[in-house]
């Protein structure tokens, strides 16, 4: 079973600044099967970015994510207010599909 | 539009018996990996299995297999989350989701609105 570990726990940044969000895997991710995910209080996840790089649909375009085999980035070049929220990884490569423990992005 | 909609709040004892739902609609079900997420009060997201509605053919994590019991119903685009005994422990949202494109490797696209369970005596 892959481990995913991501990091810090807690990002502090102000609206307009770069955020960068780490998750490591504890073995290389199969074709860089690795998706990330926002998720607002009291809100299902939401699907940023898959195959390690690919925006999803109508996902701006400050949400990038790069990396393979065991390290890969979530960065949000300008943070909006809305962006203020907890962010999950996800590799989807092997069975099971695990999500990182999720990294809080807080004003 | 392409949609899940999840089965309502429940409120159950422990040793009690459960199935959760989650109904598709706006795509061809049948088609579409559908997975179950848990998430404890206060805490991250939990992949727990997944079905392929057209045949069944269903993965668990290790660490639901033999707790859970996750089956579909294509004939009426249904995906189902089981338990024989609920647990004190079993108190967390759970979610259902489908993959973005056909094939048992995927990222999660769609999400249902999440069922809220919890077992209290």
């Known amino acids: 079973e892959i481990v995913l570990t991501q990091s810090p726990g807690t990002l502090s940044l102000s609206p307009g600044e770069r955020a960068t969000l780490s998750c490591r895997a504890s073995?290389?991710?199969?074709?860089?099967?690795l998706a990330w995910y926002q998720q607002k209080p009291g809100q299902a996840p939401r699907l940023l970015i898959y195959g390690a790089s690919n925006r999803a649909t109508d996902i701006p375009d400050r949400f990038s994510g790069s990396g393979s085999g065991t390290d890969f980035t979530l960065t949000i070049s300008r943070l909006e207010p809305e962006d203020f929220e907890v962010y999950y990884c996800?590799?989807?490569?092997?069975?099971?599909?695990?999500f990182g423990q999720g990294t809080k992005l807080e004003i | 539009e392409v949609q899940l909609v999840q089965s309502g709040t429940e409120v159950k004892k422990p040793g009690e018996s459960l199935k959760i739902s989650c109904k598709g609609s706006?795509?061809?079900?049948?088609?579409?990996?559908i997975g179950w997420v848990r998430q404890m009060p206060g805490k991250g997201l939990e992949w727990m299995g997944i079905?392929?509605?057209?045949?069944?053919?269903?993965r668990y994590s290790p660490s639901f297999q033999g707790q859970v019991t996750i089956s579909a119903d294509k004939s009426i685009n249904t995906a189902y989350l089981q338990w024989s005994s609920l647990k004190a422990s079993d108190t967390a949202m759970y979610y259902c989701s489908r993959h973005l494109w056909f094939g048992e490797f995927g990222p999660f696209d769609i999400w249902g609105q999440g069922t809220m369970v919890t077992v209290s005596s």
């Open positions: 079905i392929y509605p057209g045949d069944s053919d269903t």
């Open positions: 706006g795509y061809n079900f049948s088609s579409f990996w």
């Open positions: 073995q290389s991710v199969s074709s860089s099967f």
């Open positions: 996800q590799q989807y490569g092997s069975s099971p599909h695990s």
